[in-house]
């Protein structure tokens, strides 16, 4: 079974601060893919990042990070110097062999970010 | 980059009437596209996996005859709620992917707010 977990349920920061939104998924397949989706009050879906299983390598764009760590199952977003325009629901999501291309996403994190 | 278009972003219809929703890929063409619905405050439920050229493969739980999904070209899937009742009104959503394989990236329309009065 696929699942993904997004504990944090709402954040509240103060523009400038960093913040961290976590992820953790759960598969037994050895292949999958990772997804990290921005969805602002609009409604519509940004894709930010996909990543796959063997692919360990941290990334950075911008102020963006991704931390991936399989042996946590963990998959999780830095935003550094958040600003205003970063308030959103961040949505993590999985995809894997065993179930075709659809994406199983985490229940979403709303990010506050306050001048 | 890819771009998924879905018309219209909002629609206010009566109960008893039907409702389409379309879903373009503007530019790749798109052999499989997904339609999703969404709660306010939840999260994204998989509704039906679309085919080009195939029916459409309905997740647990969801009424195919309620929720008509057509796929007829490469660019372009419909969704049309059926006789539709205040309760179907929600945000709905679809996403786009350029190949079968898993891990293709998968970009999403702008969405569409449905309200039933």
């Known amino acids: 079974a696929q699942k993904v977990t997004q504990a944090q349920t709402e954040i509240s920061v103060v523009e400038k601060e960093d913040v961290t939104l976590d992820c953790v998924y759960e598969?037994?397949?050895?292949?999958?893919?990772l997804f990290w989706y921005k969805q602002p009050p609009s409604g519509e879906l940004v894709f930010l990042i996909r990543?796959?299983?063997?692919?360990?390598q941290n990334e950075i764009s911008g102020r963006y990070s991704w931390n991936f760590q399989k042996s946590t199952s963990s998959f999780n977003f830095t935003i550094t110097a958040s600003q205003v325009v970063d308030s959103a629901v961040y949505f993590c999501?999985?995809?894997?062999?065993?179930?075709?291309?659809?994406?199983?996403f985490g229940a979403g994190t709303i990010l506050r970010v306050k001048s | 980059g890819a771009v998924v278009s879905q018309h219209p972003s909002r629609v206010i219809c009566k109960s008893g009437t039907s409702v389409k929703i379309e879903c373009r890929s503007l530019?790749?063409?798109?052999?499989?596209m997904f339609w999703y619905r969404q709660f306010p405050k939840q999260s994204l439920m998989l509704m039906a996996t679309?085919?080009?050229?195939?029916?459409?493969?309905?997740e647990q739980g969801v009424e195919k005859d309620k929720f008509l999904i057509n796929h007829a070209s490469l660019t372009l899937s419909t969704l049309t709620v059926t006789s539709a009742h205040p309760e179907d009104s929600s945000f709905y959503i679809c996403?786009?992917?350029?190949?079968?394989?898993?891990?293709?990236?998968?970009?999403f329309g702008e969405g569409s707010w449905l309200t039933v009065v």
């Open positions: 990543r796959n299983s063997f692919d360990e």
């Open positions: 598969t037994r397949d050895t292949t999958y893919y």
């Open positions: 679309s085919n080009e050229g195939s029916k459409a493969t309905y």
């Open positions: 530019d790749f063409q798109a052999t499989t």
């Open positions: 996403s786009a992917s350029a190949g079968h394989g898993t891990g293709n990236t998968i970009y």
């Open positions: 999501a999985l995809s894997t062999p065993e179930y075709g291309n659809k994406l199983v």
